[in-house]
């Protein structure tokens, strides 16, 4: 039965072909589940509400595929895109999965293999450009080590930097209309990974030739493994206006990369990430970078896209509904009024604020002594968020 949270296509909430397509492969078990052809994902995540898929290359086409398959398979998915209404908003290139990419893409030693990297990506993006895809996320499954010995790690960040150089001119080269997106991850599937947080790649993106070209696509679980804040890291992103995409799933602190149903685990975390999203006015895709439990068939697969997408409407309203209570605005007011008359002496540097504040008497005493009252607003947060105002 439809009602308020049902997902909409306005929601533009997407799935990666490889996410609701996981068959519950991991390293102590085969899989549980039989691959769901593109076409059927396609379907079944439009009946369910969703906007789009995004693909890496070979979540699509076999890697070796000769083009008159791609070409075929191609015509295919689109004619699913168009029978149900669905867009493809990002690609991205599979450069982990097969041997050849064992010590990375672009930070590889051997330059024959950084070659490979470069011709494989450019085909991907070509085929995301066919299929609609603005945003072009790079992550970088292999690009790190196991030993610091075998690989120097000064010059992996410069071959980074070449690799992605030469793919901005590419796509400038080509007339396509997109932008690429960091996705940082700290290990897994290497020891370590080169850009291991958000953050990194915030500064990395400044010494690239189009910087205006390059963003960042944070992903909950990566920075929960790192023991990090993602609130902050998506925060910092969108000041620097660079959030160009958003992988959401969930995560048990300091573990694996889980990859659960977004808002499975952390609630609390979930509803100020919402806030956070719609109050600063994010637009792009609310993506969703997981799968169903390894317990589940294809039902559960359904269960769990169904599932992500009803928790981010549900957080969305219990975010109206925090945002329209009259006590929780009177005490955020007073948190963010206090002392108002101070906020003149801040901001731009001048020569007579700088003299006007050196003069200023503060009774540190007085102010130290001051309770903030913080505990009264997080309570009233946790009790909508729990039901029960
Ligand atoms: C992971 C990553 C990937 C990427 C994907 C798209 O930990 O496996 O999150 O799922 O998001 O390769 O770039
Ligand atoms: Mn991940
Ligand atoms: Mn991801």
Redesign the pocket.
């Known amino acids: 039965m439809p009602d308020q949270y049902t997902p909409k296509r306005e929601d533009r909430f997407t799935f990666?072909l490889?996410t609701v397509g996981n068959v519950g492969r991991d390293p102590f078990g085969e899989p549980v589940r039989k691959p769901i052809p593109p076409e059927r994902i396609v379907q079944r995540l439009s009946e369910l509400g969703a906007y789009g898929v995004n693909l890496?290359d070979n979540d699509l086409v076999p890697i070796q595929a000769t083009s008159a398959e791609r070409d075929r398979i191609v015509k295919a998915f689109k004619k699913a895109l168009a029978d149900h209404g669905m867009q493809v908003p990002m690609a991205?290139t599979n450069t982990f999965s097969h041997p050849v990419f064992r010590d990375g893409g672009f930070t590889s030693n051997d330059p024959k293999v950084r070659a490979y990297g470069l011709q494989k990506i450019m085909s991907a993006i070509d085929l995301g450009a066919e299929l609609g895809a603005k945003i072009y996320?790079?992550?970088g499954?292999r690009e790190g080590a196991e030993s610091n010995i075998t690989k120097d790690a000064v010059t992996a960040v410069k071959r980074y930097r070449e690799g992605l150089n030469f793919l901005c001119e590419y796509v400038i080269d080509q007339g396509y209309d997109m932008k690429f997106a960091l996705?940082a991850?700290p290990n897994?599937p290497r020891a370590d990974m080169y850009f291991a947080t958000t953050g990194h790649y915030l500064g990395f993106i400044e010494t690239l030739d189009h910087p205006e070209m390059v963003g960042v696509?944070p992903?909950v679980?990566?920075e929960s493994m790192a023991g990090l804040c993602f609130h902050h890291g998506v925060a910092q992103a969108m000041d620097a206006g660079k959030l160009f995409h958003i992988?959401l799933n969930d995560q048990r602190f300091g573990r694996y990369?889980q990859?659960f149903r977004f808002g499975s685990e952390d609630y609390k975390g979930a509803f100020l990430l919402v806030r956070l999203l719609e109050t600063h006015g994010y637009a792009g895709s609310k993506h969703f970078?997981a799968h169903a439990y390894r317990t589940e068939d294809e039902a559960g697969v359904w269960d769990f896209a169904l599932g992500c997408m009803r928790t981010y409407n549900i957080l969305r309203e219990k975010v109206r509904r925090f945002e329209g209570d009259a006590e929780v605005q009177g005490l955020l007011k007073e948190i963010h009024g206090q002392n108002a008359e101070y906020e003149p002496h801040l901001g731009q540097y001048s020569k007579a604020k700088a003299a006007r504040l050196k003069g200023e008497v503060f009774d540190i005493e007085a102010m130290g002594a001051r309770g903030l009252g913080y505990e009264k607003v997080d309570q009233l947060m946790a009790e909508i968020l729990l039901g029960v105002r």
């Open positions: 990666g490889w890496h991205t996320v790079f992550w499954g996705e991850k897994e696509n992903e679980a990566h992988d990369d990859d970078d």
